[in-house]
């Protein structure tokens, strides 16, 4: 476990990474980031390679959408709200780049 980090948080991200690596094709350049926002409230973000964003969100956004759906309920049931962003490297970077100018 993450120092410090919550139980219910931990056993999401658990999840989160075990679906994540099933259906993406490049595993090591993953990376899930963790921010708990409050008591309750739980951000992820998975920063893949760019071909896998387009395979994780899916036709549609559908695989994003039942992702989140699961991972939304799991939460729910636990009195936690959660968020899923998923990005590709070039996005995160531009995304930090924005935010340090």
Do not use: C
């Not at 409230?41 to 760019?50: D, E, P, S």
């Amino acid at each position: 476990m993450i120092r410090g980090m919550d139980p219910v948080t931990e056993r999401l991200r658990n999840f989160l990474q075990y679906v994540a690596i099933k259906l993406i094709d490049d595993p090591s350049q993953a990376q899930l980031k963790v921010a708990e926002l409050g008591p309750k409230k739980v951000r992820f973000k998975l920063v893949l390679a760019q071909q896998d964003v387009a395979m994780l969100i899916g036709r549609n956004g559908f695989t994003a959408s039942a992702i989140r759906s699961v991972l939304k309920a799991a939460a729910e049931k636990e009195g936690v709200q959660v968020n899923l962003q998923i990005h590709s490297h070039e996005e995160e970077a531009e995304m930090l780049a924005e935010e340090e100018g």
